[in-house]
């Protein structure tokens, strides 16, 4: 118990102290305050583009497999390019109803394909560059489509290849400006009517500009074929992709794609020999790419602040050097009270931390009114990791800083600290 007293007794010197010295622990503590900024705001940085770029792609889905006729981003040089992948047969409907019918480990299979830059008009009115979508059933699950009127297409409609679209927000609100719920009415693609079945919620830019579902709509797979050239075996034909969704409990998605690869290899009659013509492509993968890039930027925040923190600990450790000068014979006095050396060495000690984390607490508020500031789609957030990270660095320097002047302070001779000036 009466360490304990002691120990608050400790805590109320040091910021008597530190009160008393307003100019000086101000000037002392700007070095860690930089510090902590420096590093702090460029963890946060980092933290919030990649969970910026995380949510970008959630437009892809969430333990998902693309079967592809190629990487995505080319899946290396040129010579792969031209040798490999060009060559390759696009996934085709025939493929997909084989996975459909065969795999255990699909929790959902699905067949789309996408023509870009389309127009689509309702009376006289028009809108350019609208993507088209030509899905099969569970696209819906695969994407996770939010319907905001109306409904999304049924069983009948997609296995029958019906005229029935499924509207992005924006689209709808282009051909239909005064009306409220277009469902039941007709739009024209590649001059045939098809009719409104639902209108997607709108999902608004992403932050890396991927194109949402906005500008966008989904018509049946087989209806799609009608249209465009898929499936047909042609060069310049719209290639299909086959997504996979696995089970929560296939970590990794595994046994899924084990299982997919292996059904794909016995459908196009590929020998043992044979490598794959076929590539499966994980959304997860596009972020993984990026965090050598955010690991570096985290590095060189690191770098950065830590010069600023080392001079603000020097900074420090200097004026608790002071503070034992001026103070040397308030100690002396101490000692000859019975005030044990713990007592001088954790006055001390908690001075050195309290300017510290006065410091960082002072950094991380500039972290705080930097995530105010407006950078365009990309939103800032401090989060409790890097406040926690930020008090503990700065913790830690004022107890490295503070050590050796406490200890100093401590051992100091109460005869001789009396008669000192």
């Known amino acids: 118990m009466f360490t304990i007293r002691q120990t608050f007794e400790s805590l109320g010197f040091a910021w008597k102290a530190l009160k008393s010295n307003l100019l000086r622990t101000i000037l002392s503590l700007l070095g860690v305050t930089i510090g902590i900024f420096s590093i702090i705001a460029v963890l946060t940085l980092v933290d919030s583009l990649q969970k ?16 592809h ?14 040798k490999d992948y060009i060559k390759r047969p696009n996934s085709s409907y025939s493929e997909y109803r084989f996975l459909k019918a065969n795999m255990q480990r699909g929790q959902v ?7 870009e830059s389309n127009t689509i008009k309702a009376g006289s009115n028009g809108i350019n560059k609208i993507e088209i979508d030509g899905a099969s059933l569970d696209y819906e699950k695969l994407f996770e489509i939010n319907i905001e009127k109306g409904r999304y297409l049924i069983s009948a ?6 005229n029935v679209v499924v509207l992005g927000h924006e689209v709808a609100k282009a051909l239909f400006p005064k009306i409220e719920d277009p469902v039941g009415l007709y739009v024209k693609i590649k001059n045939l009517r098809f009719k409104i079945v639902g209108v997607i919620k709108r999902e608004g830019e992403s932050f890396m500009g991927f194109t949402s579902k906005d500008y966008s709509c989904i018509i049946p797979y087989v209806a799609f074929r009608k249209i465009f050239q898929t499936g047909t075996g042609r060069w310049n034909e719209i290639g299909s992709v086959i997504g996979l969704k696995g089970y929560k409990d296939d970590i990794g998605l595994v046994e899924l794609e084990n299982e997919a690869r292996g059904l794909l290899r016995i459908k196009r009659g590929l020998k043992p020999e044979k490598k794959d013509n076929f590539t499966m492509n994980r959304p997860e993968a596009i972020a993984k790419s990026l965090d050598g890039v955010f690991d570096v930027l985290g590095i060189a ?14 900074g420090i450790a200097n004026i608790m050097f002071v503070s034992v000068k001026e103070r040397t014979s308030v100690i002396g006095l101490q ?14 000690l908690f001075e050195s931390i309290f300017l510290s984390l006065i410091g960082g607490l002072s950094g991380l508020f500039l972290v705080w009114l ?36 406490a200890a100093v302070a401590a051992r100091l001779d109460p005869v001789i600290a009396i008669r000192a000036n």
């Open 52 to 67: 910026n770029i995380i949510d970008s792609l959630n437009f892809l889905g969430s333990d998902v497999i693309y079967v």
């Open 69 to 82: 006729k190629w990487p995505w981003g080319a899946g290396g040089n040129t010579r792969d390019w031209w």
């Open 109 to 115: 299979i699905s067949i789309y394909a996408e023509s």
């Open 157 to 162: 409609e997609v296995e029958g290849g019906r």
């Open 301 to 314: 925040g690191w770098i950065i602040g830590g010069f600023s923190i080392l001079v603000g600990g020097f």
């Open 335 to 348: 000692k000859s009270l019975g005030a044990k050396n713990y007592f001088v060495l954790f006055q001390f």
């Open 370 to 405: 930097l995530t105010m500031a407006p950078f365009g789609s990309l939103k800032v957030v401090l989060s409790v990791k890097n406040i926690v990270l930020g008090l503990g660095v700065s913790s830690i320097i004022g107890l490295v800083a503070g050590i050796v002047p």
